[in-house]
């Protein structure tokens, strides 16, 4: 089925460790990007990718590092957890930023103690 | 920067009744205005996109408009029913790059 592919769907990390978020699309959207949705904040933008090879950091970006060697893979990597990144992480890719319809993946679901 | 309001955390409506979900922006309108479903566990589902020079869109029984003399969009829900229970969020452009902000959501619940 076509769509975004997120894992793990659940994780919970120490403090101080690290991990990787992936993503994978195959719908050969361009444009791809990484929310976490928090309540009571909305989802917020923390990177996001317009091609291969190119990535920008959005309104959240401390604490998260990407790259996109790929047109189909987008992983977020924590590079050293805190409990203020336990939060639900989406995943979303698209033909354009805002021209077009995001595809959403199923979420990961983090908790940092 | 762009901010995006959506002035209901929650919506109770009754089976059969038209929901009227509403989405404010403070600053530029933007060129493209999109709504989303959101299910408990799920992420986003894209619903519509609506474009600066459309008054109106419609998919079977949804409806929105786009008002940008306002500043606002309407969603509408025509004969509800309760699988239409759930999340909706507004989204438009608004990042410094263009990218898509998203407001906090209004929660629907129709009750049978």
């Known amino acids: 089925n076509a769509g975004v592919t997120q894992t793990p769907k659940f994780q919970v990390l120490k403090t101080g460790q690290s991990m990787t978020l992936q993503c994978a699309q195959d719908?050969?959207?361009?444009?791809m990007s990484w929310y976490r949705q928090d309540p009571g904040m909305g989802l917020r933008l923390i990177h996001y990718?317009?091609?291969?090879?190119?990535?920008d950091q959005g309104e959240v970006p401390n604490g998260y590092n990407v790259s996109r060697s790929t047109t189909e893979d987008f992983p977020l990597r924590l590079l050293s957890a805190a409990p203020s990144q336990t939060s639900v992480y989406f995943c979303?890719?698209?033909?354009?930023?805002?021209?077009?319809?995001?595809?959403f993946g199923s979420g990961t679901r983090l908790t940092v103690v | 920067s762009q901010k995006i309001e959506q002035n209901s955390e929650a919506l109770n409506i009754q089976e059969g009744k038209t929901a009227t979900l509403t989405c404010n922006y403070t600053?530029?309108?933007?060129?493209?205005l999109q709504w989303y479903r959101q299910d408990p566990g799920r992420g986003p589902v894209f619903l519509l996109l609506?474009?600066?020079?459309?008054k109106e869109k419609r998919k079977e029984r949804l409806k929105v408009t786009f008002d940008t003399t306002l500043k606002q969009s309407l969603f509408h829900i025509t004969a509800s029913q309760p699988a239409d229970s759930a999340t909706y969020l507004c989204?438009?452009?608004?990042?410094?790059?263009?990218?898509?902000?998203f407001g906090k959501g209004t929660k629907l619940s129709v009750k049978p």
């Open positions: 979303a890719s698209s033909y354009h930023r805002s021209s077009s319809g995001y595809t």
């Open positions: 719908m050969n959207h361009e444009y």
């Open positions: 990718s317009v091609g291969a090879g190119i990535t």
């Open positions: 600053n530029y309108s933007p060129a493209y």
């Open positions: 609506i474009r600066e020079n459309e």
């Open positions: 989204a438009l452009e608004g990042g410094s790059q263009g990218n898509l902000i």
